[in-house]
Each structure stands twice: as C-alpha cells, then as structure tokens.
C-alpha cells in the first residue's frame, strides 16, 4: 500500500530502528521537494498559499477508553483547524468491563464492542488500521508495524499493554492481553472444545492473583461447562501471594472465595508458574501484572521519551509525558507521577474528558490545561460468572445477583453513550475483537 498523504515509509525496522527513523524523516523531506504527487507540506505549517491558516494533525494512537471519550467529545463538537487521523490495530474495540461477561457467554461480542471508524467519522477524525512499532519524539514522526509512519503535531498514546508469558509445552497458554488475540485463541479453543471426544477431567488454571484472572477463570469455566454438560471441567488458581484480591475489602475477599468455591476452584496461595503446573493443565489463563509493549522498552524505538522502571511512558497530572509536551498519555500505557495508579479501566475513563480538554487546548495554543486528579477509592465490580457480581469500595463488599444487575445497567449505559454519535451503532455480533480495555473497575484494563 502506497503512504497516504503525510505518511512516510520506512525500511527495515528489524535491522535498526534508529537508522530507520533517520532515512524515513530525510527521504520524508525529499519528497516534499515539489514532484508530483508529493505528499503536502510538513504538518503544523500554513497550507494553500498566502494566508492559509494552520492546520495541525492530531494522532490518537490505540483505540482505549480515554480516546473513544475523545471522539465522542469531537463528534459533539468539532475542533477546527485540526486534522485527527486515529490508529488501532483493528476497527473493533471491545468495552473492557463487558469482557468477561462475554468469556462467560452472557454477551455476544456486538454487546461488547466499539467499532472505531464510525466513531472516527462523526468526530470528522480519519481512521487508520495499524499497530505502534517505533516512534521518533524529535521528530515528530510515529511507526507503524506495516512500514508506514505518521506525522504529528501532537501525539495521544491510549494503547493499552500487554503480557508476556513462558512457553508452555503441554497447556494452552491464554494470555489475557492483548485483547484481540485472547478473542482468536478463546474461539479456537471453544470450537475445539465442542468437537473434543475425550473423557479426562479439563483442566483449566489462572495465574495472577489479580482481578484479571478471577474474572476471566469463573467466567471460562462457566463458558466450557455450559456447551459440554457431559464434561467434567475442572478450575485452580495460582497466587502468588499470601490472599486473594489483595486491594479489596475483606468482606469482598469472602465473597470471592465463595464464589470459587460455588465453582469448584482450587486456590493455592505462595504459588507460581512451574513445569508441574503446565503437564497438570489443559488451558492457562496468564493474569499476571500488566506489561509495557515492546517498542517502550527499547530506547532505540522510543527515542528520548521517558518511561519509568517498567517502561511505561511518564506523564505530569495534565497527561503529558514528562520528556515532550507534544505527547499525551492515558490509561495502562501511561506512568502516573508519584503513586502507581492501578492498570484499571476506571482510570482511562476518568481521564478521557481531561484528556479531551488538554488535547483541544494544545491544539488551539490558547487556554489552561486542566489537572487530572485521580481517585482514590471507587467502586469495584467483578462478574464471578454466573450473573453474579461482587461490589467493593471501601471497607464495604457484597456479591449477588444485584450486584451484575447493576454493573451490567452501568456497562450498557456507558456502551450507549460512546454509540449515542450519528452513524455509531452495534457492530454485528460475528465482528472480529481486537485489543486494546470503564466506569467501574474490572479485571480488563485498557
């Protein structure tokens, strides 16, 4: 596919993303020389002769909750002089807290998901598939896993993270992000669950003794037993420390624990992954603590952009990176100053209208960046499976059928809200998934 406009292309990234990021920015300016069909001139610069105001190009990279609020916020009312052009992976988002009500088959994926181009649309954004693989803060420039590269004039990072587990050599290793390959090895592993003609217990066992994991092992359980009645399915829990659901109330870790118990979950507290683990299971659910993507973790595909310990990108309480004002980051991408926030979706959410507010006020170059003030206690929802819920803030925490009737009242609300632009509806239910991800907190981040 030839650039588009704007768009660069840029060789060999194995090879060296240095040397890539410098031949992409000067064979960029050569061809601004004035050929034909050269691409227009450098962003953030007057275009269409004397007197042309200046157009500046806006890049929302990944497609998390803090940038649907953003497009949602623009297709109500659009900046001017501002190109948005938009980069996902694929079209399709799935709403993070609704994930595990679809693992568990209470939703079908068109419940679930954002479809990102429409959305784009009626914000009069562009939409643009493709995946971060490097970016050049100095110059401005953003690269693609497919060769191509984007300029900007500003740069908002909502992409999520990701997870690395070890190789498994007997168990079916489910990591759960990114969210778009955990939909394809999911689908895969039902269709080969219904068409299995063995008799031994299924063994299914989550690592991670987060949120994450006991979420998506009820549900997973819940799923695999509902299509084969006729199959014993059997469930474990791996902590490594010393209680499960560490953060929550006790009150709500009583809920839990009987809630795995309802299921028929072993737990085993002080545990981690190790050989036995893998021959004793049939599928791992990898829940472990949230990663940095690759391209943060390298210098060389980063530039000089500042990342903390782990390679998250560090941002000031205006959700600027700390390194380059013309950056923004929100969501588990980002590093919040002083206290680690939690990789919650709670916090993307409650940072979009910021977000929102400071890329705007950036693009004009005129009025004052609000703050972002993150909150400290806030309710928690966790599906346990089985149209039951257990609702936490505080030292408070119960679990019951109310408790899903009333997370699942929120997830719609906040679902319609992002659907309420014109031409923004629910994608058909055989859509793919994708990655990347609420107003409540949930075992899925974005």
Known sequence: MEPRPGHGRYAAPAAGCRGALDRTATSGRRRRAGRPGAPPPALGRARGGTGAHVVKRLVLAGAGHAHALVLRAMAQRRPTAVEVVVVSPEPLAPYSGMVPGWLAGLYTYGDIAVDFPPLARAAGAHWRQGEVQALDPARRRVFLQD?????????????GSTLRPPAARHAQMLPLRPLSALHTRVQALLAAWQADRGEQPFVVTAVGGGAA??????????????????????GGWLVRGTSVLPGLAPAARRAALRALDRAGVTVQLGSSWCD????????????????????????SRRGALAVDDDGFVAIDIHLRSVSHPQIFATGDCASWPGRPLPKAGVHAVRMGPVLTHNLLTACSAGGTFQRHRPQRHFLTLLATG????????GRFGAEGAWAWAWKDRIDRRFLARLRASPGV???????????DPVATRTGETT
């Open 425 to 435: 509806d629910a994608p058909a239910d055989n859509a793919p998934l994708v990655a």
């Open 213 to 234: 994991g006991f979420e998506a092992l009820l549900a997973l359980l819940q799923r695999l037993r509902q299509l084969r009645p006729d199959r014993v399915v059997q």
């Open 276 to 299: 036995a683990v893998d021959r004793s299971s049939d599928v791992v659910l990898w829940a472990t603590g949230a990663q940095a993507h690759d391209w943060q973790l390298d210098p």
């Open 386 to 393: 089985d149209r039951r819920a257990i609702a936490a803030r």
């Open 147 to 159: 060769g191509d590269a984007l300029d900007y004039d500003l740069l908002s990072l909502n992409l």
